[in-house]
């Protein structure tokens, strides 16, 4: 099983840009699906990106689309988030979580999917 660890959260003007990294422990991270998702206060937690094991798959949530980019690196077990033309709304604690997958192309969207969380890190967008 591997443990995410999120970073590269802060505080930042809309129309900015925030690059989060997932580190993974653990082995065998090629071996797991990843995923971003976000919670703002009072609200669920909902899926933002999600990668496929070896990175060709990726999903966007619509709220994001064409701002975001998810990519990994396997041989680092690092997962990154690039957002870009950030807005207040944006504003949420993000998490970063892995699903063991055994189809290569498959791209885990539901939160049920996931088996591992990080703790989060917060990214506050000021207007």
């Known amino acids: 099983q591997v443990h995410p660890v999120e970073s590269g959260g802060g505080l930042v003007q809309a129309g900015g840009s925030l690059r989060l990294s997932c580190a993974a422990s653990?082995?065998?991270?090629?071996?797991?699906?990843m995923g971003w998702f976000r919670q703002a206060p009072g609200k669920e937690r909902d899926i933002v990106a999600a990668?496929?094991?070896?990175?060709?798959?990726?999903f966007y949530a619509d709220s994001m689309k064409g701002r975001i980019t998810i990519s990994r690196d396997n041989a680092k077990s690092t997962v990154y988030l690039q957002m870009n033309s950030l807005r207040p709304e944006d504003t949420a604690v993000y998490y970063c979580?892995?699903?063991?997958?055994?189809?290569?192309?498959?791209?885990?969207?539901?939160?049920?999917?996931?088996?591992?969380w990080g703790q989060g890190t917060q990214v506050t967008v000021s207007s």
């Open positions: 979580a892995a699903d063991r997958s055994y189809i290569d192309n498959y791209l885990a969207t539901r939160r049920v999917e996931y088996d591992s």
């Open positions: 653990g082995r065998s991270f090629s071996n797991y699906a």
């Open positions: 990668i496929s094991r070896s990175g060709r798959n990726t």
